[in-house]
């Protein structure tokens, strides 16, 4: 067992060692599962979803550091309800995403309540999006957004998370304020590998994406 340990660290080490700089993804760099037809890429750069769902990840790299910087400009038309049943507006991370039923989401909260919220979806057994809500797990605590850093008023914020493998040791910066830390729990994190991506639900965002990528 110590000599597995170990070889897990050294991997680990070598992994973060081989990473690039910062790479802004474009609408061409990503596979979008839900939400195609109302997102595009602006004359600026950005881009913008406008529909109650997007769902995407980056088509190229893994990553355990990704930003996305975004402005809220309103609800977006025709919103649906989560597969929970709760109504809310969210914009965020999709990190580690194996796949649409294994990975872990970085979720800044807008309505009803606003707070940085981190869950980690795990239904090892299912391949695609046919487990629906199931295997949901919060990882505590969540964290209300202080006043001075709301994203309602469509101010343009930051949100980035980066992972330390080494320690399973995630890290939650809004506005570059460290909002959130804690350690992932090791058996939901066992063998979960992915790329980086984006949700949203129910707002009109307008957004940059950009990793730090494995190469």
């Not at 037809?37 to 990704?66: C, H, M, W, Y």
Request: proline residues 5%; contains cysteine.
């Amino acid at each position: 067992k110590a000599d597995g340990m170990a070889f897990l660290i050294a991997f680990s080490t070598l992994l973060m060692t081989f990473q690039s700089t910062a790479r802004e993804l474009t609408l061409a760099d990503l596979n979008i599962s839900q939400g195609a037809e109302n997102v595009r890429q602006l004359a600026s750069g950005l881009i913008e979803i406008a529909g109650p769902r997007l769902r995407a990840t980056d088509k190229a790299f893994v990553s355990n550091t990704a930003e996305l910087s975004f402005a809220f400009r309103g609800m977006a038309e025709g919103s649906v309800p989560l597969e929970s049943g709760a109504d809310r507006v969210q914009m965020g991370l999709k990190m580690f995403a194996a796949n649409p039923c294994n990975l872990v989401y970085v979720m800044w909260r807008l309505f009803p309540e606003e707070a940085i919220v981190v869950s980690i979806k795990r239904n090892p057994e299912t391949l695609s999006a046919q487990c629906g809500n199931s295997g949901y797990t919060n990882v505590s605590p969540s964290v209300p957004v202080p006043a001075g850093l709301s994203a309602r008023s469509g101010l343009r914020r930051t949100l980035r998370a980066s992972y330390d493998p080494r320690y399973r040791m995630l890290t939650v910066r809004a506005e570059n304020q460290v909002l959130w830390r804690g350690q992932l729990p090791a058996h939901l994190m066992a063998g979960l590998m992915g790329p980086a991506g984006v949700r949203s639900d129910n707002g009109i965002f307008r957004f940059r994406l950009s990793t730090w990528n494995y190469r």
